[in-house]
């Protein structure tokens, strides 16, 4: 059997001191899109970073293709008055590592590059991480899965409307040519009319046979997009949903809350 | 006063602010990237000068002192890069990194002025001039050297604008100023795009420190004077676009000139600091910024 694309061993993070996600354990598999889906405040987008290089991971591993991206052990939490433990002190997971292997994180309600024009971040975007190689086919792309993108190629995205700003965001994401994109919160403040059309972009990003991970509050929304669900309450993820049959919006709350009140 | 005496005041005030854009868009530079004020960029100005004086040994003319101002970038573009990752990076995941960034920067320009002082000793220097001799402009002369100075400072303002515009580097460096974490879920490297701003910034202090050391004497203390200026250039105009230090700088510049010609050379600090204050108090943002830019 080959190993998933991304996989998450037991993971545990957080900002030091305080404890957001634990014990978490989660796979996606090539060309496969996954869900998360949990109440605010639980530690989803935290632990969303921590999966990106951001932050540390405490505990756990992450691994893509097999391959740990993270430092070995756990993080041990020393400070001291007296001396500046950050000079020894090496990032136990690097977010240039984590693009390289082709996990892109597009991240929530982003306001990317205030200052600059649509034309310039997408430009710069694929330059980041892939080389000059095949940027036109991948313009191309974006033009075809955002046309609303080309009528404000010249703005800048402090002038953008906060769907707008997503459709960039996930642009930028998609010109690294990613193997895996986690979407975090993609329908955040979208209109209606807009998070239909931006469904229709994630769906067809999904044909394109690229591995997806969306967090959403929505799970009309969500449960449209995906093969199989991952429920995130209290800090870690405590029950799948399989391939087989998407549940109702109803089926989930009750899922999540009455098991528990 | 004739207009003679206002031609060569408002001259000598307009090659004045060159040097101030060229040095305060370095500080602004580094400023709205990094969050950091770089209170050794005085030193690196002065040592800038010394690198020059060392390379043209004496002898001035054209060649020598392109030679003498290319290399002097270029070895404070070096030291610059590698400032970065010994005044700035060991401290950039610490809460009061802008205080320790401050105390950093400052102990950078003791031990650089303290190197100077070491290896070329205390005496008044002075870079030879490119050009030397000066012509007539209304009524007023005017050094050759004094217009190369303008010039230079103009162009290489106008190079770094092009370069973070259109470049694809330039792009990156603007992306990390902007939004760090964003730039670095992009896969940017941005420690490099750190290190290469203040490299930029400091190749630019050189250059500004070559020609300040040829129109000027120059001892191992003299970048304070500068500095002083383009914390004034950077307070008076904001950061907020590219050219708000550039216009102030020029305002600077003819401010110290008309005041120092009207009130005496120990007035115009005053003069300064005063227009300083009143920026302050009135429009905190800079005169030349609609907003603060947020960091």
Redesign the interface.
Known sequence: MTAPLLELRNLAGGYPPVAVFRNVNLTVAVTESVGLFGPNGQGKTTLLKTVAGTLDPWEGDVRVDGERLNAEGRMRSRTSRHLNYDLFRKRRIRARDVVRSGVIYVMQGNLLFPEMTVKEVIEIAPAASVGRSGIAAMRDMVDELFPRLGERWHSRIRYLSGGERQMVSIAVGLLALPRLLILDEPTLGLSPKLRVELSAAIAGIRTMGMALLIVDQNIEFLTGLIDRLYLFDHGTVDREIGSGRMPSRQEIMAMMFEARH | MSADTFFFVGASGLILGGLYALMATGLAVVWTTLGVFNFAHGAFLALGAYVAWQVSDGSGGPATFLLAACVSAAVLFCLGYVSHFALVK??E??KNMVLLSVITTLAAAAIIENAILLIWGPRDKQVPAAVEGSFELFGSALRYQDILALVTALAALVVLATFLRRT?TG??M??VA??R?????????TSHLFALTIGISTAMAALAGVFIGSLRFMNPSFGADPLMKSLIVVILGGVARFTSPIAAAFVVGLAEAFSTFFLGLYWSPAVLFGMMIAVLVVKPEGLFSRRTKTL
């Open positions: 060991p401290f995941r610490k694809a792009r990156s603007r992306a902007q939004n974490e964003a730039a670095e879920l992009m896969g940017l490297r």
